[in-house]
T-cell receptor
């Protein structure tokens, strides 16, 4: 089992609120990722990081931002949530090419 | 054309059946291949890596066909608990793993 943790697991917030989804891994992996996935739909990479102070945007445009100040921590922030941000957000990490996922954060914006 | 493509299914099979899924990839330079399993509303979990020589883990067999650029997953003696979405993943030119859209399997009693 991968040691990668996401909080909160479930969140319902109002439109316009700022939220941060936390992701931590204890495996010392350099690479970390954020994916967005709607139920029954494909995984979409929205952000990734190859190490501290490295962040890149993924294939799917996202209004979220990320930071990587510590190896083990890769939080995702939405400055002003909208109903279109309602989705599951999956954090992942890897050392080589094998990616391990956290349990996901389900975000509902009302 | 997508870099990694899968038949979305669903594949509806009876218990005990053998079922196979394919996953095609477009980058001939890809070196790493994986199968993940994703249950409904859960995170994807690594099922198995796919090696050039193929590999087997119990009822599951993964194969790589470089000439035709696809990987396959064979499930023998299907169980109800095998019902899930199976995602393939292939590393791309930037050494980033790209996931297919997934193939949904439903095993019926």
């Amino acid at each position: 089992e991968a040691d990668i943790y996401q909080t909160p697991r479930y969140l319902v917030i109002g439109t316009g609120k700022k939220i941060t989804l936390e992701c931590s891994q204890t495996m010392g992996h350099d690479k970390m990722y954020w994916y967005q996935q709607d139920p029954g739909m494909e995984l979409h990479l929205i952000h990734y990081s190859y190490g501290v102070n490295s962040t890149e945007k993924g294939d799917l445009s996202s209004e979220s931002t990320v930071s990587r100040i510590r190896t083990e921590h890769f939080p995702l922030t939405l400055e002003s949530a909208r109903p279109s941000h309602t989705s599951q957000y999956l954090c992942a990490s890897s050392f080589t090419n094998t990616i391990y996922f956290g349990e996901g954060s389900w975000l509902t914006v009302v | 054309r997508k870099e990694v493509e899968q038949d979305p299914g669903p594949f509806n099979v009876p218990e005990g059946a053998t079922v196979a899924f394919n996953c095609t990839y477009s980058n001939s330079a890809s070196q790493s291949f994986f199968w993940y399993r994703q249950d409904c509303r859960k995170e994807p979990k690594l099922l198995m890596s796919v090696y050039s020589s193929g590999n087997e883990d119990g009822r599951f067999t993964a194969q790589l066909n470089r000439a035709s650029q696809y990987i396959s997953l064979l499930i023998r003696d299907s169980k109800l608990s095998d019902s899930a979405t199976y995602l393939c993943a292939v590393n791309d030119a930037g050494n980033m793993l790209t996931f297919g859209g997934g193939t949904r399997l439903m095993v019926k009693p």
